[in-house]
C-alpha cells in the first residue's frame, strides 16, 4: 500500500507553545489529506479536511484558529496546534487519499504524533 | 449526523475461537472500508467493499458488505495472536466526498 510519514512521533511541549505536525505521502501525490483525533481506547474523530492549495474544511466543533492546517504541496500537509494546552493532549493521525483508479479512493494513514502538553 | 455504529466494543477470544464485528451504518453507505489498529499504532488498511452484498476474503479474514449498503461485518476464523488490535469500519456516503466516518472499533484481545 502507499506510504504516509508523520513527523514527529512524539511531543512533549509547555504550555502555550506551538506544535507543528507534518504529513507526507511518499510514494504518491494526495490533494486531499485528513487530520483526525484519537483519544485513549477511542476512535477516530475527523477534525478537518485539508485539500492542496485551498483553505482547510473543519468539522463542526473544531477550531480553525486553534488547529491550524496548510496543503501547502501534492505531497505535504501540517497541522500547526496553536498556543497548545494540557486538554489539547492527545494521538493526531493524518491520512493521505490515494487514487486507486476507482471511484472511491482509499485513504491511508501515517503513523500518528502523541502530544504531550504539559 | 451520519453516524457509524459498531458491535461489540471489546471482545476477548481464546486463539482458535472465531471472532466477529459488526458495523451498522445510520444511512446508506456507497462503500465501507475496514482497518485494523494494533495497540500503540495506527490504523492499517484493510480492505474496501463497494457493492450491495459484496463478500471478500482475505486468509482468514471474511468481509461482508449487506444487500441494503448500511451494514458490513468482518468475521476472523481461528484467531491467532496476531490478530490482536482494535477493528474499525469507516463508510463513505457520497453526500461526504471522500470523508470516512468510523466505527467506534472492535477491541479484540485473545488468550494464548
Known amino acids: 500500500g502507499a506510504v504516509v510519514s508523520q513527523h514527529p512521533s512524539r511531543v512533549i511541549c509547555k504550555s502555550g507553545t506551538s506544535v507543528k505536525i507534518e504529513c507526507r505521502s511518499l510514494d504518491f501525490q494526495a490533494t486531499t489529506m485528513f487530520w483526525y483525533r484519537q483519544f485513549p481506547k477511542q476512535s477516530l474523530m475527523l477534525m478537518a479536511t485539508?485539500?492542496?492549495?485551498?483553505?482547510?474544511?473543519?468539522e463542526q466543533g473544531v477550531e480553525k484558529d486553534k488547529f491550524l492546517i496548510n496543503h501547502a504541496s501534492l505531497t505535504l500537509s501540517t497541522l500547526t496546534v496553536t498556543s497548545a494546552h494540557p486538554e489539547d493532549s492527545s494521538f493526531y493521525i493524518c491520512?493521505?487519499?490515494?487514487?486507486?483508479?476507482?471511484?472511491?479512493?482509499?485513504?491511508?494513514f501515517g503513523a500518528g504524533t502523541r502530544l504531550s502538553v504539559l | 449526523g451520519q453516524q457509524v455504529m459498531q458491535i461489540p466494543q471489546y471482545q476477548h477470544v481464546q486463539e482458535g475461537e472465531d471472532f466477529t464485528t459488526y458495523c451498522n451504518s445510520s444511512?446508506?453507505?456507497?462503500?465501507i472500508q475496514w482497518y485494523k489498529q494494533r495497540p500503540g499504532g495506527h490504523p492499517v488498511f484493510l480492505i474496501q467493499?463497494?457493492?450491495?452484498?459484496e463478500v471478500k476474503k482475505q486468509k482468514r479474514l471474511t468481509f461482508q458488505f449487506g444487500e441494503a449498503k448500511k451494514n458490513s461485518s468482518l468475521h476472523i476464523t481461528a484467531t491467532q495472536t496476531t490478530d490482536v488490535g482494535t477493528y474499525f469500519c469507516?463508510?463513505?456516503?457520497?453526500?461526504?466526498?471522500?470523508?470516512?466516518?468510523f466505527g467506534q472499533g472492535t477491541r479484540l484481545t485473545i488468550n494464548p
Open positions: 491520512s493521505a487519499l490515494s487514487r486507486t483508479g476507482g471511484i472511491w479512493d482509499i485513504q491511508y
Open positions: 467493499l463497494v457493492k450491495s452484498g
Open positions: 444511512t446508506t453507505l456507497s462503500n
Open positions: 485539508s485539500n492542496e492549495g485551498s483553505k482547510a474544511t473543519y
Open positions: 469507516a463508510g463513505q456516503t457520497s453526500q461526504g466526498a471522500q470523508k470516512l466516518v
